[in-house]
């Protein structure tokens, strides 16, 4: 388990995400049939397939360089609202990662809290309103708060992918504020939002990756 996150371990990851929302497509666009337009798992699929295909042709020299990559081209590839968000998370995630050669604990949380940031920037939403900003926001937390604690970096992320998961689960009941779901009002209770399960694999992913490390 390594006390730091490499170019190597960022690339692993998310070339794991990539894998991981071609698997989980057809589920996370149930999921958005119930309540968006039917398309997140396959959109975001496709835009993390472009990922890889962009990392494969030109492999960036840094962290930064390579999370700027994966945000741009979630943005040109990805249509609807998951492009954008996804894609503004890691452009400031990266941006919040300039100079760096790797991310210590603290700096990984500052590189996911400043992609967070520019979620509720964009999406001006709260927590609470049945977005990925449920599972972000508790995730990017425990990690702090499992840092603060004197948690190693395997078992900080590990926190915060359970933070995700529930946060995730926690949509359920919820009613929309945010998004197409809001369209629904009192019939968005009772499903997960398709947001939140995506970033919750997100957040797992992560942690398997560093945790292999």
């Known amino acids: 388990m ?9 690339d692993a990851w998310l070339r794991r995400f990539a894998a991981e929302t071609a698997e989980q497509a057809a589920w996370l666009t149930e999921l958005d049939s119930a309540i968006g337009d039917a398309d997140h798992g396959t959109n975001l699929a496709r835009g993390m ?7 494969d042709a030109a492999p960036p020299a840094d962290i930064p360089a390579l999370l700027k990559a994966v945000g741009m081209t979630l943005i040109s590839k990805v249509g609807g609202a998951s492009g954008s968000l996804y894609g503004s998370f890691f452009l400031e995630a990266g941006k919040a990662a300039a100079g760096a050669d790797d991310l210590d604990g603290r700096a990984l949380e500052a590189a996911l ?30 990690l702090q708060a499992a840092l603060t604690s004197g948690s190693a ?36 209770a009772g499903h997960l939002d398709p947001g939140a399960a995506s970033s919750a694999i997100l957040v797992k992913t992560l942690a398997d990756t560093v945790t292999a490390a």
Do not use: F, N, Q, W
């Open 113 to 142: 809290r400043a992609g967070v940031g520019s979620i509720v920037a964009r999406g001006k939403a709260e927590p609470g309103d049945k977005t990925m900003l449920d599972a972000l926001l508790p995730a990017v937390d425990a």
């Open 49 to 55: 397939a472009a990922v890889v295909e962009k990392l």
């Open 153 to 188: 970096l395997g078992d900080a992320v590990s926190a915060a992918s359970d933070a995700a998961a529930a946060g995730r689960d926690a949509t359920e009941p919820l009613v929309a504020r945010k998004g197409r779901a809001s369209y629904l009002g009192e019939r968005s």
């Open 2 to 10: 390594t006390d730091a996150v490499t170019l190597a371990t960022v």
